[in-house]
């Protein structure tokens, strides 16, 4: 019988058959990640629990320009999903859900075209989702790749976003996380007013998190 300690000073006895040390390396590995709170966006959830995205305060935002000149801005309804996290490889996963139907551009008449079948179609698919690919906890702070699959008007497709460095501390908490990106409307079937509208649209998301209800304070997320 061998222990090995975990990060409170205790000692956890780990049955070894013969010598066999990874195993005991690999058991002691578990023991202290279990002990330890998970730095980052949630550090006090276990592994695989989720963190709820905040809905009233983050954005999702579009822009498409008309006549390969004008840009027309929009800003969809609101966006909500979670984050699922997993310490013990010290990443992260997002499923987030955006709402189509209740997109606010400048005049009603751009909101009821870009929710027309021509453009997102919301009546037959109210919502636009993304999942992406799971990715380091530590991209939060420093940026880079945000790979995953958006599905529009009902058709998935792999996609590529730029989740950018962080401005804050505890990025999702005190500052949201911003991604920008974009997609091709022929990709996901709006190929109509190929003439006067440009087939790519830009997206940009300002992304908050819902802090977890404990009491102590969740630590800064590692650079």
């Known amino acids: 019988m061998r222990r090995c300690a975990t990060s409170g000073g205790r000692e956890a006895p780990i049955a070894v058959p013969g010598s066999r040390t990874r195993l005991l390396l690999s058991a002691c590995a578990l023991l ?16 695989g629990d989720l963190v709820r995205l905040d809905a ?13 000149l004008l ?11 979670s984050v699922r996290t997993d ?11 955006i709402d189509v139907a209740n997109v606010r551009m400048g005049s009603r008449s751009y909101e009821d075209w870009v929710k027309s ?8 698919h109210p919502q636009i989702t993304f999942t992406s690919e799971p990715f380091p906890r530590a991209r939060l702070r ?9 599905t529009v008007r009902g058709i998935r497709q792999p996609v590529r976003f730029d989740l950018l460095p962080s ?5 999702a908490f005190d500052c949201p996380i ?10 996901f079937g709006m190929g109509s007013h190929r003439g006067t509208l440009a087939d790519k649209v830009e997206l940009d998301f300002a992304v908050y998190a819902v802090p977890p209800e404990r009491g102590t304070t969740a630590p800064p997320t590692p650079g």
């Open 117 to 124: 079948e021509e453009f997102f179609d919301a009546q037959a």
């Open 56 to 68: 009233a305060r983050s954005e999702v935002g579009f822009r498409v320009k008309v006549m390969w």
């Open 178 to 187: 911003r991604v920008n990106g974009e997609i091709r409307r022929s990709m």
């Open 142 to 150: 420093a940026g880079g790749d945000l790979p995953g699959e958006l």
């Open 87 to 97: 310490p013990f490889r010290n990443q992260l996963r997002v499923d987030a859900r």
């Open 71 to 81: 840009g027309v801005r929009g800003h969809f309804g609101r966006i909500d999903g």
């Open 167 to 171: 401005s804050c501390e505890r990025p």
């Open 32 to 47: 202290l990640s279990s002990s330890l709170p998970a730095a980052g966006l949630a550090p006090e959830t276990p592994s």
